[in-house]
C-alpha cells in the first residue's frame, strides 16, 4: 500500500463521527489486531530482561503499564512472574473480552518459555495460569484474578494513585505517539508515584510508521516534512507521531528527574545512508540533530527515581557517551552504559 493512501485515510476517520469504532472493524478485516504471540511475546521479554537488568524482583511487585493496546500480553507476563498487581491504562477502547481469553489461551503452551526468561519456577507460572476461571462475565472479572486491573479512559498524567505507590513502570511502542508537552507531564507523575529508586521502563520505536507497510520509504521518511505538511499525514489523530528525535526522548527524561541507568538505541542504516547522501532531505526544523540522532528508529529505556532529584546540566556541552545496540558510541545526555 502506498503510504499516503493509508496515512489520509487514518486522518480521515480521526475528523469523522464514529471514526475510531470504523477504524477498529477496518483492523478486524485487514488483520491488524490479530495475535501475533511470537512477536508480542519478545516485546514483554524485552520489558523483562530489562527489569531483570536492574537487579530488581518481580515477586510481589505494584507495576503501572502506560498504553494497554489489542492484546495484553505484556500484563500477562508481568503477572505470571509474580507481580502482585498490574494497573493498565489507555485512552482507547481496543481491548475487549474476547482477545483478553484468545490471548491467555494462547500463551499456555509458551509457560515454560515464560517461566525460563522471567527466572521463575515453572510449577509458579503454571498454577498460576491454571487458577484462573475463563467462565467469568466480564472482562474486568476476568482480568482481576491474574491481579490485571485495566483503567478505561485512562490517564497517565493524573492516574490518582498514592505518592510513591508503584515499584515500576512500563510501555511497548507508546512513547512515540504521546506529544511531548504530555510525555512530560507523564513522566511528572510517574516520578510522583514511583517509590525511591524505581524504575520507568521503556521500548519503543521513534520512526516513521507508514515505513511498514510501503517498503520504498524509509524509517525516517517523515523528517522531509514540515509540521504543517506533516499534519495529515500523521500529525494528529489516529496516525500521530511526534516525530521527537532520541536526544529529546533522553533529555525530557533527565529534565524530570529521572537517572537513565539504561539507554540503548538502534539506528537504521538505511535511513542513516538515506539521510547523509542527500537522498533524504531533512525538513530544516531537525537541522540541530546529527544523522545517527535522526536515524534511530528503537529505542529501550530504563529511568530510575534517584534518592533526590536529579541535578540537570544546561550546558550543551556537558554530554556523556552512550552506545547504540551495535556498540557505536554515540553522544548523548546520559552515561556509558
Partial sequence: ??????????????????????????????????????????????????????????????????????????????????????????????????????????IEDRLEEIAARTNVPISDVRDRHRSVDTSVTTLSEF???????????????????????????ISSNVLEHIPLDVQNSIHLESMRILKTGGVSIHRFNPQDHNSTVDASITHSNFLKFSNRDWTWYGGSGLAYHNRLRSREYRELFESCGFNLTVCRERIDQRSLIAIESGELIVNEQFSQFSPEELAVDYMWVVAEKPARPATVSQNPDSRGVHQDVAGRSIESGSEKV
Fill in 1 to 106: 500500500m502506498n503510504w499516503k493512501v493509508k496515512a489520509h485515510l487514518l486522518a480521515l476517520l480521526s475528523r469523522i463521527p464514529a471514526g475510531r469504532q470504523v477504524y477498529h472493524s477496518l483492523q478486524r478485516i485487514a488483520g491488524t489486531n490479530r495475535l501475533q504471540l511470537d512477536r508480542d511475546l519478545n516485546r514483554a521479554f524485552e520489558l523483562i530482561d530489562l527489569s531483570l537488568e536492574t537487579g530488581q524482583s518481580l515477586e510481589g511487585t505494584e507495576i503501572l503499564e502506560i498504553g494497554t493496546g489489542w492484546r495484553p500480553l505484556v500484563p500477562y507476563v508481568f503477572a505470571l512472574a509474580g507481580a502482585k498487581s498490574v494497573r493498565t491504562l489507555d485512552v482507547n477502547p481496543w481491548l475487549t473480552k474476547s482477545y483478553a481469553l484468545e490471548t491467555w489461551a494462547a
Fill in 143 to 169: 482480568l482481576n484474578q491474574i491481579g490485571i486491573i485495566y483503567h478505561y479512559p485512562g490517564d497517565a498524567r493524573e492516574t490518582g494513585l498514592e505518592e510513591e505507590s508503584i515499584d515500576l513502570i
